[in-house]
């Protein structure tokens, strides 16, 4: 069978919905062919609505990385008095806050990619010339894109597959894995959406001679 009629098949099993269609689909090589068209239209799409409202993309991973910190405070938090003062423990108490850590780091990694602080060797990339900085800056966006479109896909066969497996995140009698895990590809899709924002914005800097090089700082602002 020809790798474009497993591309077939896949956009078959999306469209029927079903976990195990789509799992089966997903384990051809047609996945890497897909991937990465599917990751760079949903980054194109995310920075195109980066573009149109200036308070999503200030926002929108901050929101949720910060109400994923929260509810582990606040599950770690109820977890100890329940323990300690109730003498009674939710089972699911230390098996949804490693799930939210994930989806809090995942997210970071896409706000990170914005801000820059991804090993940026700011130091030793300043005092290159110009035409080197921009080669490194390319260099940046290729390696992230290849790296965003690796996790896209592997996620993507990982939730077709806790999906069609009906796995349960333990401790819970109906709370799936997938619902948690299928935030992975959505956070590399916005990380493809960062990649893009900052490629136009190295290119726009080198047409009209702007600094390509700043100094990136963990934590600051976009």
């Excluded at 956009?11 to 062919?33: C, H, K, M, Q, Y």
């Excluded at 780091?105 to 990339?125: P, Q």
Aim: net charge positive.
């Amino acid at each position: 069978m020809s790798i474009w009629s497993d591309v077939g098949t896949i956009f078959s099993a999306l469209g029927t919905a079903d976990s195990w269609e789509i799992r089966n689909a997903l384990r051809s090589n047609a996945a890497w062919v897909v991937g990465p068209v599917a990751a760079a239209l949903g980054g194109l799409g995310v920075y195109a609505i980066y573009r149109v409202s200036p308070f999503v993309e200030r926002y929108l991973e901050r929101t949720i990385m910060v109400a994923a910190y929260l509810a582990v405070a606040f599950i770690i938090f109820w977890g100890v008095i329940d323990r300690f003062v109730f003498s009674n423990q939710q089972p699911w108490s230390t098996t949804i806050p490693p799930l939210l850590f994930m989806i809090m780091a995942w997210f970071g990694a896409s706000f990170n990619v914005r801000l820059r602080t991804h090993l940026s060797f700011s130091e030793f990339r300043s005092r290159m010339p110009r035409k080197g900085q921009f080669a490194c800056l390319m260099m940046d966006h290729v390696l992230w894109f290849v790296f965003a479109v690796i996790v896209f896909v592997t996620t993507c066969r990982l939730v077709a597959l806790s999906a069609s497996n009906f796995q349960i995140v333990l401790g819970t009698n109906n709370v799936m894995q997938w619902w948690f895990l299928i935030t992975a590809p959505m956070a590399f899709v916005l990380m493809c959406g960062r990649i893009f924002q900052n490629l136009f914005e190295d290119i726009r800097n080198m047409r009209d001679g702007a600094p390509l090089i700043r100094q990136a700082v963990i934590g600051g602002d976009t």
